[in-house]
């Protein structure tokens, strides 16, 4: 099978996956919440009020329909009114996806950028104390809490040493045009150390210990020793063929970390009062706002689904013999 | 028959040696682990979670849920320009009045203690029979302290006597004139007893209600005052009434405390806040701005008065008006004394033991509502390990399943499978669990549920991998040309050789379920009153006090980090075993779980 082949099937694969995650939730949320006017009786809605906010809904319509609905809304970006925020879901949240984004991809590139450095010194001095403590440093901190570490930076940073202010993206109030108004300024680099400090060190250790193995994996192999055999210095071969071919995997895994980081890292949101989406899905969760948890939980398993794609996509890139009889 | 039976037990036996090599394949990682000085590490690490799980309630030094109360005997001094010492522990019983003159101060306590300042220091004294000692007085070089049920405790050269007085009320209160010539004693019901030349008499009220304090005017008359504004002058033997200014809500309240030390000018306290005055001729009515309960005043000189009450109140007199003065502790206080020079603020009432931090009582501190953190980690080191175990459980069942039909298989189930592989890793897991909480409610199911039904995609890839170039082996051949059905096969043949690399992804699986069971906790989804590391972070973060209470979130931490740990490096000594690669070199290198992603499927 070809490159383009290849994409090809993987975009029908995500798109069929994302359906499929689609139709789950519908049902799951129809679960919750069958019939969503109950609510509305108790507020004093007579039953023939109540079948015309039904019908106004399409509720009365059969299932297949609704959900023939459901989707169709979808795609065309309607997901719903927030029952808290009193507006439409989708401007809430890609206003909240912004704000994560803001926080987790410089905090993943500053851990990508660190880790794998790391990773390169400790395969160097194998056997030493030096890739002992590495070792164990890195599973520890992979090991902390998220939200815990966040608290203990809080806490010693924020509040004894009172050096950094301990939530929010900016000091209240400010005003901002747009986004990246709001981003590029002083004061949110200030507020964004300490949460991207906690992010950046969780995600250190995993691209630390994959680049370490894979350059032990690299340096066994022939070409190496035929490196050696031409008299190259260890230094070269190190930076210039290990570990150039150790990336790979790094790489791959930055893609999927994004991915895993824009929906799995709800803590350090909450932690830090990061108006972001992890945030606003458990704020739903307290407030029975359905349609935002709803809409939340589509925007971060589609986030996640696409970075997948783009790890596949780079590793097969990178790493041609994928793309060709792999991936089936 | 008997043939029959050989038969059963030679298939029994046969069905036994087919649990060999599972057997051993368990045992090898067991052998292994304990050979790497760090999975010995890890397994020492576990097994003492394991263990303070298992003997939780043996290790727990109070009932989590118990709001603990301290009870202690406290002053705190002050002269009279009102500079306060520090809060002082003196016994370990609430103190219920105390007296001093120019030489003694003197204590009593709820239990039958007497103590008794000497150099500085406070001595205890216990009296012999069990009274609960309300009040007491100096009289002469006499301590007169009286208590529940008449019972009267006279100290007299160092040595105690007792008697009881014959109506057996509880004796509230005691004061000696300042000429030393006279003690009154008030109690319940209205009764008054005046003892003179070691002599005790009732004196006639027509009050019916419980008296709580009396004290002398430097003119040797006294004023007595009780509940629901019971107020009573008492000169050379008689009882009157005095003459109130106006009534009101005020003058019918429950009063705890008189001073009248001053000729002509007293002050007495009571519930709600409220303070009567009198000045000389009659009661008035005043209020300070609390309305908590006064239990004390006390007069300093002309225009200086201080009033001490419940929850760490003290009121303030500067001539015209009461005010409150910071408060130094939040605790009950029960009376005031001030003689000369020095006076103390005393009591207090049993308090919630609240933010301790750590002691010998309380090894991690307590809570915002008093409860040990101690044993709330040692629970919920049950609640991780549970979750932990279960959802391991459950996810390896999948995922060993999965991965081993998926790669024996291969073709379309393959297909199939690795297809809804796919879709799990598109949702994330903590925000699919807080959908499912918020559908079906929080509880512990659910949070294993939601682990076990999300996470056993890395099971599936990682054996899926392994069971392929397996299905591929000579031996596996052999056995199909045998005639081995496809289950015999998968069974017998490929299981045991998995088995390695799925107790290896049982540790990691643990310790990521230990994670997540933590973090959806502390996002409050777990289920209230069962204890986890997480609902305690979770309970500090919401009380706000974590900011400041260290003791209150650090252990829950270092628990759950040390348990995950301690599998990790369980996990990281069964890989040397079972990734042929990294055997080869003369380190062996930890992959945490999410290590196995970085290949794409199919790799």
Same mark, same amino acid.
């Given at each position: 099978?070809?490159?383009?082949?290849?994409?090809?099937?993987?975009?029908?694969?995500?798109?069929?996956?994302?359906?499929?995650?689609?139709?789950?939730?519908?049902?799951?949320?129809?679960?919750?919440?069958?019939?969503?006017?109950?609510?509305?009786?108790?507020?004093?809605?007579?039953?023939?009020?109540?079948?015309?906010?039904?019908?106004?809904?399409?509720?009365?319509?059969?299932?297949?329909?609704?959900?023939?609905?459901?989707?169709?809304?979808?795609?065309?970006?309607?997901?719903?009114?927030?029952?808290?925020?009193?507006?439409?879901?989708?401007?809430?949240?890609?206003?909240?996806?912004?704000?994560?984004?803001?926080?987790?991809?410089?905090?993943?590139?500053?851990?990508?950028?660190?880790?794998?450095?790391?990773?390169?010194?400790?395969?160097?001095?194998?056997?030493?104390?030096?890739?002992?403590?590495?070792?164990?440093?890195?599973?520890?901190?992979?090991?902390?809490?998220?939200?815990?570490?966040?608290?203990?930076?809080?806490?010693?940073?924020?509040?004894?040493?009172?050096?950094?202010?301990?939530?929010?993206?900016?000091?209240?109030?400010?005003?901002?045009?747009?986004?990246?108004?709001?981003?590029?300024?002083?004061?949110?680099?200030?507020?964004?150390?300490?949460?991207?400090?906690?992010?950046?060190?969780?995600?250190?250790?995993?691209?630390?210990?994959?680049?370490?193995?894979?350059?032990?994996?690299?340096?066994?192999?022939?070409?190496?020793?035929?490196?050696?055999?031409?008299?190259?210095?260890?230094?070269?071969?190190?930076?210039?063929?290990?570990?150039?071919?150790?990336?790979?995997?790094?790489?791959?895994?930055?893609?999927?970390?994004?991915?895993?980081?824009?929906?799995?890292?709800?803590?350090?949101?909450?932690?830090?009062?990061?108006?972001?989406?992890?945030?606003?899905?458990?704020?739903?969760?307290?407030?029975?706002?359905?349609?935002?948890?709803?809409?939340?939980?589509?925007?971060?398993?589609?986030?996640?689904?696409?970075?997948?794609?783009?790890?596949?996509?780079?590793?097969?890139?990178?790493?041609?013999?994928?793309?060709?009889?792999?991936?089936? | 028959?008997?043939?029959?039976?050989?038969?059963?037990?030679?298939?029994?036996?046969?069905?036994?040696?087919?649990?060999?090599?599972?057997?051993?394949?368990?045992?090898?990682?067991?052998?292994?682990?304990?050979?790497?000085?760090?999975?010995?590490?890890?397994?020492?690490?576990?097994?003492?979670?394991?263990?303070?799980?298992?003997?939780?309630?043996?290790?727990?030094?109070?009932?989590?849920?118990?709001?603990?109360?301290?009870?202690?005997?406290?002053?705190?001094?002050?002269?009279?320009?009102?500079?306060?010492?520090?809060?002082?522990?003196?016994?370990?019983?609430?103190?219920?009045?105390?007296?001093?003159?120019?030489?003694?101060?003197?204590?009593?306590?709820?239990?039958?203690?007497?103590?008794?300042?000497?150099?500085?220091?406070?001595?205890?004294?216990?009296?012999?029979?069990?009274?609960?000692?309300?009040?007491?007085?100096?009289?002469?070089?006499?301590?007169?302290?009286?208590?529940?049920?008449?019972?009267?405790?006279?100290?007299?050269?160092?040595?105690?006597?007792?008697?009881?007085?014959?109506?057996?009320?509880?004796?509230?209160?005691?004061?000696?004139?300042?000429?030393?010539?006279?003690?009154?004693?008030?109690?319940?019901?209205?009764?008054?007893?005046?003892?003179?030349?070691?002599?005790?008499?009732?004196?006639?009220?027509?009050?019916?209600?419980?008296?709580?304090?009396?004290?002398?005017?430097?003119?040797?008359?006294?004023?007595?005052?009780?509940?629901?504004?019971?107020?009573?002058?008492?000169?050379?033997?008689?009882?009157?009434?005095?003459?109130?200014?106006?009534?009101?809500?005020?003058?019918?309240?429950?009063?705890?405390?008189?001073?009248?030390?001053?000729?002509?000018?007293?002050?007495?306290?009571?519930?709600?806040?409220?303070?009567?005055?009198?000045?000389?001729?009659?009661?008035?009515?005043?209020?300070?701005?609390?309305?908590?309960?006064?239990?004390?005043?006390?007069?300093?000189?002309?225009?200086?008065?201080?009033?001490?009450?419940?929850?760490?109140?003290?009121?303030?007199?500067?001539?015209?008006?009461?005010?409150?003065?910071?408060?130094?502790?939040?605790?009950?206080?029960?009376?005031?004394?001030?003689?000369?020079?020095?006076?103390?603020?005393?009591?207090?009432?049993?308090?919630?033991?609240?933010?301790?931090?750590?002691?010998?009582?309380?090894?991690?501190?307590?809570?915002?509502?008093?409860?040990?953190?101690?044993?709330?980690?040692?629970?919920?080191?049950?609640?991780?390990?549970?979750?932990?175990?279960?959802?391991?459980?459950?996810?390896?069942?999948?995922?060993?399943?999965?991965?081993?039909?998926?790669?024996?298989?291969?073709?379309?189930?393959?297909?199939?499978?690795?297809?809804?592989?796919?879709?799990?890793?598109?949702?994330?897991?903590?925000?699919?669990?807080?959908?499912?909480?918020?559908?079906?409610?929080?509880?512990?199911?659910?949070?294993?549920?939601?682990?076990?039904?999300?996470?056993? +995609?890395?099971?599936?890839?990682?054996?899926?991998?392994?069971?392929?170039?397996?299905?591929?082996?000579?031996?596996?051949?052999?056995? +199909?040309?045998?005639?081995?059905?496809?289950?015999?096969?998968?069974?017998?043949?490929?299981?045991?050789?998995?088995?390695?690399?799925?107790?290896?992804?049982?540790?990691?699986?643990?310790?990521?379920?230990?994670?997540?069971?933590?973090?959806?906790?502390?996002?409050?989804?777990?289920?209230?009153?069962?204890?986890?590391?997480?609902?305690?972070?979770?309970?500090?973060?919401?009380?706000?006090?974590?900011?400041?209470?260290?003791?209150?979130?650090?252990?829950?931490?270092?628990?759950?980090?040390?348990?995950?740990?301690?599998?990790?490096?369980?996990?990281?000594?069964?890989?040397?075993?079972?990734?042929?690669?990294?055997?080869?070199?003369?380190?062996?290198?930890?992959?945490?779980?999410?290590?196995?992603?970085?290949?794409?499927?199919?790799?």
């Amino acid at each position: 099978m070809n490159q383009k082949g290849y994409l090809l099937k993987r975009i029908l694969q995500m798109i069929f996956s994302y359906l499929i995650i689609l139709t789950l939730l519908f049902f799951l949320f129809r679960i919750a919440l069958p019939d969503p006017t109950a609510a509305l009786v108790v507020e004093g809605l007579s039953e023939e009020e109540r079948q015309l906010v039904q019908a106004r809904f399409g509720l009365d319509q059969p299932l297949w329909r609704q959900y023939i609905t459901y989707l169709v809304n979808f795609f065309q970006g309607e997901l719903g009114i927030s029952f808290h925020y009193r507006g439409p879901v989708f401007p809430i949240l890609v206003d909240r996806l912004y704000n994560t984004l803001a926080l987790m991809i410089p905090a993943i590139i500053v851990s990508y950028v660190i880790g794998p450095l790391l990773g390169v010194l400790l395969s160097w001095k194998r056997g030493s104390s030096t890739e002992f403590t590495g070792i164990v440093s890195g599973l520890i901190m992979r090991s902390a809490p998220l939200f815990w570490t966040g608290m203990i930076f809080v806490m010693i940073f924020g509040i004894w040493l009172g050096i950094f202010p301990t939530s929010g993206m900016r000091t209240m109030p400010y005003e901002a045009a747009h986004f990246f108004d709001k981003i590029f300024t002083l004061d949110f680099l200030w507020h964004l150390i300490l949460p991207m400090l906690t992010v950046a060190i969780y995600y250190l250790g995993l691209p630390m210990l994959i680049m370490r193995n894979t350059m032990l994996e690299v340096m066994g192999e022939d070409f190496i020793e035929l490196c050696r055999a031409k008299g190259l210095s260890e230094r070269k071969i190190m930076y210039h063929h290990v570990a150039r071919n150790a990336l790979l995997p790094v790489v791959t895994q930055a893609a999927v970390t994004v991915g895993l980081a824009v929906g799995g890292q709800v803590v350090v949101e909450v932690v830090f009062s990061w108006p972001g989406l992890g945030r606003e899905i458990v704020q739903a969760i307290q407030t029975s706002d359905f349609p935002l948890a709803q809409g939340a939980f589509m925007m971060m398993s589609g986030v996640v689904l696409v970075m997948n794609f783009a790890a596949d996509m780079i590793y097969s890139y990178l790493d041609p013999r994928v793309g060709q009889g792999g991936g089936k | 028959m008997e043939n029959q039976r050989e038969k059963e037990n030679g298939s029994f036996k046969s069905r036994i040696a087919y649990l060999k090599p599972y057997i051993a394949s368990l045992l090898e990682p067991a052998k292994i682990i304990w050979q790497d000085p760090l999975g010995r590490a890890g397994s020492i690490i576990f097994l003492v979670i394991c263990f303070i799980a298992l003997f939780a309630p043996w290790l727990a030094t109070h009932n989590p849920n118990e709001m603990n109360q301290r009870i202690e005997g406290s002053v705190i001094s002050f002269n009279e320009d009102k500079e306060w010492k520090d809060y002082e522990i003196i016994g370990d019983d609430p103190i219920n009045d105390m007296s001093s003159d120019e030489n003694t101060v003197v204590a009593v306590t709820e239990e039958n203690q007497v103590i008794i300042a000497q150099d500085d220091r406070w001595e205890e004294e216990e009296i012999d029979p069990e009274i609960e000692l309300l009040a007491v007085t100096i009289f002469d070089d006499q301590i007169i302290a009286a208590g529940r049920s008449g019972q009267i405790a006279i100290r007299d050269n160092d040595s105690w006597e007792y008697e009881t007085i014959p109506t057996e009320v509880d004796i509230n209160a005691l004061a000696s004139s300042q000429d030393n010539s006279e003690v009154l004693a008030v109690g319940d019901e209205g009764s008054v007893f005046l003892y003179s030349d070691a002599d005790w008499e009732e004196l006639e009220s027509e009050e019916n209600q419980d008296l709580n304090a009396v004290d002398f005017s430097p003119a040797g008359d006294a004023i007595i005052v009780g509940n629901q504004g019971t107020i009573m002058h008492y000169e050379a033997k008689e009882i009157t009434d005095p003459e109130y200014e106006a009534f009101g809500e005020e003058t019918f309240r429950d009063l705890y405390d008189v001073d009248y030390s001053l000729a002509e000018k007293a002050f007495a306290v009571g519930e709600r806040g409220t303070i009567m005055g009198f000045s000389g001729e009659a009661w008035y009515s005043t209020s300070g701005d609390t309305s908590r309960e006064l239990r004390g005043v006390t007069v300093l000189a002309e225009n200086n008065a201080l009033a001490a009450g419940y929850h760490g109140v003290i009121q303030h007199f500067d001539g015209e008006e009461w005010y409150s003065l910071d408060r130094i502790t939040t605790r009950g206080y029960r009376g005031i004394d001030f003689f000369e020079n020095q006076g103390f603020v005393y009591g207090v009432d049993p308090y919630i033991n609240e933010l301790a931090p750590p002691s010998t009582e309380h090894f991690f501190g307590t809570n915002h509502l008093g409860r040990d953190i101690w044993s709330q980690v040692v629970y919920g080191s049950r609640t991780a390990l549970l979750v932990g175990i279960l959802a391991a459980l459950m996810v390896n069942g999948i995922g060993f399943t999965v991965g081993l039909v998926s790669g024996y298989y291969g073709g379309k189930v393959d297909n199939l499978l690795m297809r809804i592989v796919d879709i799990m890793y598109g949702m994330p897991l903590e925000p699919f669990a807080i959908v499912l909480v918020l559908i079906f409610g929080p509880s512990l199911w659910i949070i294993i549920l939601a682990i076990g039904l999300l996470t056993w +995609r890395t099971n599936a890839r990682v054996i899926r991998s392994q069971v392929l170039s397996l299905a591929k082996r000579p031996f596996v051949k052999a056995a +199909r040309v045998a005639g081995a059905s496809n289950l015999r096969i998968m069974l017998v043949h490929i299981s045991p050789n998995v088995l390695p690399l799925a107790f290896l992804q049982l540790a990691v699986a643990m310790g990521y379920a230990i994670t997540a069971e933590a973090t959806l906790s502390f996002l409050g989804l777990g289920p209230p009153r069962v204890y986890s590391w997480g609902t305690i972070l979770h309970a500090a973060r919401l009380s706000g006090a974590w900011r400041v209470a260290w003791w209150w979130v650090i252990p829950p931490g270092i628990f759950i980090s040390a348990t995950v740990v301690s599998v990790f490096l369980i996990s990281r000594s069964v890989e040397v075993m079972t990734n042929p690669r990294l055997r080869g070199g003369n380190d062996s290198a930890p992959e945490p779980e999410e290590s196995e992603d970085v290949l794409p499927h199919g790799q």
